[in-house]
């Protein structure tokens, strides 16, 4: 469930960045951010590429580690010009819970939790006869 909620905000968060996109390269270049014209799009892809990755559950803490980058850099550049408490309330429930993820890890339910699952059955070690 933390993972579904922690990737539906993120969704919703680089849809906002996706259809203000100009806005967001303008605080780039405002700010001093080299390449900001690449950069920004490249962290709204990236962000929703690790968004779905963190929603299967594999590669889950790298996937929340860089989610956390992209938090960060996104809550910086994005919000440069209009900072409000919804977005500092939604910059911090992002990074609280990725770091959690990360911390954690993907739990019992995730592509993770199988493939561990199957390597260690994989990996039974007989004992001495």
């Keep these: 469930m933390q993972r579904l909620v922690c990737c539906l905000a ?7 960045e996706a259809l203000h996109l100009n806005a967001f390269i303008q605080n780039g270049i405002d700010i ?4 900001a ?5 490249l962290v709204v ?8 990755f963190l929603l299967i559950g594999l590669f889950t803490r790298c996937a929340a580690a860089s989610l956390i980058v ?6 910086f550049f994005f919000f440069a010009g209009a900072v409000n408490k919804v977005n500092v309330v939604i910059a911090l429930l992002a990074l609280s819970q990725f770091i959690n ?16 699952r199957r390597r260690a059955a994989k990996n039974i070690r007989i004992p001495f006869r």
């Design 70 to 75: 992209c938090a960060l850099f996104s809550a």
């Design 32 to 35: 001093g951010l080299p390449y």
């Design 101 to 116: 993820l990360t911390i954690s890890g993907a739990g019992n339910y995730s592509l993770d939790h199988l493939i561990t």
């Design 37 to 41: 014209a690449q950069i920004c799009p």
């Design 45 to 52: 892809i990236i962000t929703l590429i690790v968004c779905m």
């Design 10 to 16: 993120m969704v919703f968060w680089a849809g906002g």
